[in-house]
């Protein structure tokens, strides 16, 4: 069964930076690209970034281009996204999806989610 | 940038038919999916490459996707249906969702 949890979600200050996780297991990791989506309250959904299997290719929400950073770990099955400057607009639940970059096959699997809150 | 748009809402009878759209430019060049997410729970796919169910999926849910135009219809609806749904396409190299729409089945 394919499972994936992210974690490393809190409240922060505007300004301040965090790093969330997403441990994925039940499936070969490295044989898919990975997501990051994210949903604010009451919000619809809002893509923020994906990465290949490899990590060497990255893209960007513009909301998010040059504050955050996806990364990976495939020898730990693990997924993670370094938020920086982070602003009250960046308040949502940060799910980690499976899905690659264009890839008609859509996020098929999905975390349930951790909050961030930006809040002084 | 490339935009989705999906009525807010639809209501539809148990036993009827929903049909929702999704509509951006040149839509039906590109690959759409479907999510459903009912409240306090993350989305599921029930739709890829416009038209093709994942595993567990039931068969009432369809998609087509043609024009400008993605649908997903819902056939004999059950109450389990209620949900928001959400389409979903890429254009070059950022994800891009559906404004989102809830279905209520009364």
């Known amino acids: 069964e394919v499972q994936l949890v992210e974690s490393g979600g809190g409240v922060i200050r505007p300004g301040g930076s965090l790093r969330l996780s997403c441990a994925a297991s039940?499936?070969?990791?490295?044989?898919?690209?990975m997501t990051w989506v994210r949903q604010g309250p009451g919000r619809g959904l809002e893509w923020v970034s994906s990465?290949?299997?490899?990590?060497?290719?990255?893209h960007y929400a513009d909301s998010v281009k040059g504050r955050f950073t996806i990364s990976r770990d495939n020898a730990k099955n693990s997924l993670y996204l370094q938020m920086n400057s982070l602003r009250a607009e960046d308040t949502a639940f940060y799910h980690c999806?499976?899905?690659?970059?264009?890839?008609?096959?859509?996020?098929?699997?999905w975390g349930q989610g951790t909050l961030v809150t930006v809040s002084s | 940038s490339y935009e989705l748009i999906q009525p807010p809402s639809v209501s539809v009878s148990p036993g009827q038919t929903a049909s929702i759209t999704c509509s951006g430019d040149k839509l039906g060049d590109k690959y759409a999916c479907w999510y459903q997410q009912k409240p306090g729970q993350s989305p599921v796919l029930v739709i890829y490459?416009?038209?093709k169910r994942p595993s567990g999926i039931p068969e009432r849910f369809s998609g087509s996707n043609s024009g400008n135009t993605a649908t997903l219809t819902i056939s004999e609806t059950q109450a389990m249906d209620e949900a928001d749904y959400y389409c979903?396409?890429?254009?070059?190299?950022?994800?891009?969702f559906g404004t989102g729409t809830k279905v209520t089945v009364l």
């Open positions: 990465i290949n299997w490899n990590g060497d290719s990255t």
């Open positions: 039940g499936f070969i990791f490295d044989d898919y690209g």
């Open positions: 490459q416009d038209s």
């Open positions: 999806a499976r899905g690659t970059v264009g890839g008609s096959l859509g996020f098929d699997s």
């Open positions: 979903q396409a890429w254009d070059r190299g950022t994800a891009v």
